[in-house]
């Protein structure tokens, strides 16, 4: 009985894919960053597929599919009814069901990259949709914005501090919202990018591989 | 009162099934009419009720209530849905909605619900929400009636959710609308259905909305 119980439990949460959430405001650098991973999983092998949230239009999910980077057909949309918030973590069964449907067309899949339609610093990702996930902020969003301490920068299992490049012409002291990123998170990891320049996107691969795919 | 327990929990909004998404067609009458009244969104709503609900959702939930566990009864109800939902956006979007309604289930180890999303991973079975519903209500024992009430109120609210996140309506005034629609929805479910009832549903302005809805450059929900 105490078997069948767990066959069943094991059968109702088994998917085949890790799935890997992205979230962070509006503008953060979200899709960028999936851009900027998509050539540095294909070389490592890595077979994935992508999921997007958009909150108004299906802008993030064609520049994916029109980028010429990966297979348009491994690119879902998802609508998040005006709460993007509410797609990943209160009400998580669309995106659940568009990775089911993802793994059914693509057998081989092994990473299912969830992109969270820009919200704002309380986002979080429930853990009954992934099973690790990056929160992305930037540096023109202002170097306070780690002292905010937002469930999402605080939560999350790697937060990206994006456009780093930008932050001599905002004003901020890069440096010190890096240390102010890393002392309110705890000494979980923080990872600085500048993507338009390919800067720390390796990092943030080599941190999902070790975490989800187990490849260091 | 497990039964009635059982009822209220599938009607609560806070059940996870993916239904926030859709808008049931509101998003694409508002974006015709932007400047509905209260009142023409209260007559619309009672229309949906009436004219969808009434004559095609509720017959095709009775019908998979019945079916029980007999897959090949449930596929039956889930074709002729299918066969007989002219907008290709209504068609999809009902059968997204039931995928994340069995998601929901299947996590939660119901094993209706772990049957019926293998079989519609394996194209046998094509997932429309009321079907869905309808046997896996059956399957956690909620009585028929309830489960119809359950239906009922969940399309209404979420007719109302929806007009509240487009900004149509205030959530004050939304309640005001769906306390208004709970008499018309317990008059429906207490009318008894024909066994041999068919599936029927003409709303022209929402079918219209719906299929412009696909096209729309700026859209919320998912149909």
């Keep these: ?216 | 009162m497990l039964p009635l327990l059982r009822a209220i929990w599938q009607a609560d909004a806070a059940f996870p099934s993916g239904a926030f998404a859709f808008s049931y067609g509101i998003e694409g009458a508002l974006a015709l009419r932007p400047d509905m009244s209260l009142g023409e969104f209260e007559r619309l709503c009672a229309a949906v009720l009436q004219q969808r609900w009434a004559s095609y959702d509720r017959i095709a939930l009775q019908r998979a209530f019945r079916a029980g566990r007999d897959l090949d009864a449930l596929a039956a109800v889930d074709r002729e849905i299918e066969a007989s939902t002219m907008i290709e956006a209504l068609r999809a979007g009902s059968r997204r909605n039931g995928a994340s309604f069995l998601a929901a289930h299947a996590r939660l180890g119901q094993p209706l619900a772990l049957k019926l999303r293998a079989q519609v991973k394996a194209g046998d079975c094509l997932g429309h929400i009321a079907v869905m519903q309808g046997a896996i209500w059956a399957a956690l024992q909620l009585d028929e009636q309830h489960a119809a009430l359950c239906s009922a109120y969940t399309v209404a609210s979420g007719l109302i959710t929806a007009a509240v996140r487009l900004g149509a309506v205030g959530a004050l005034q939304g309640q005001s609308v769906l306390q208004a629609l709970l008499p018309l929805i317990d008059a429906l479910v207490a009318t008894p259905l024909d066994d041999d009832a068919e599936l029927e549903s003409f709303i022209p302005i929402l079918d219209i909305a719906a299929a412009r809805h696909v096209h729309a450059e700026l859209r919320l929900f998912a149909n």
């Design chain 1, 1 to 216: 009985m105490l078997h069948a119980l767990r066959q069943a439990k094991a059968q109702a949460t088994a998917t085949v894919a890790a799935r890997v959430g992205i979230g962070g405001p509006v503008g953060s650098g979200k899709t960028a960053l999936i851009e900027a991973l998509i050539p540095v999983l294909q070389r490592r092998g890595v077979d994935f597929a992508v999921v997007t949230n958009d909150l108004v239009t299906k802008e993030d999910a064609e520049r994916l599919r029109r980028s010429g980077l990966i297979d348009p057909d491994r690119v879902s949309a998802v609508e998040a009814g005006a709460c993007p918030h509410t797609v990943i973590r209160e009400d998580p069964t669309l995106n659940i069901a568009a990775g089911d449907e993802l793994e059914a067309r693509f057998p081989g899949v092994e990473l299912i990259l969830f992109e969270s339609g820009g919200d704002n610093l309380a986002s979080t990702f429930s853990l009954d949709l992934v099973d690790w996930w990056i929160f992305v902020i930037d540096v023109a969003g202002g170097d306070d914005i780690p002292r905010k301490r937002g469930p999402g920068l605080l939560r999350c299992d790697l937060l990206v501090v994006n456009k780093i490049d930008l932050a001599p012409h905002v004003g901020v002291d890069l440096d010190r919202m890096l240390a102010d990123a890393r002392q309110v998170r705890g000494g979980k990891p923080v990872i600085a990018t500048n993507l338009k320049a390919g800067t720390g996107v390796e990092a943030v691969a080599d941190a999902i591989s070790a975490a989800v795919l187990f490849r260091i």
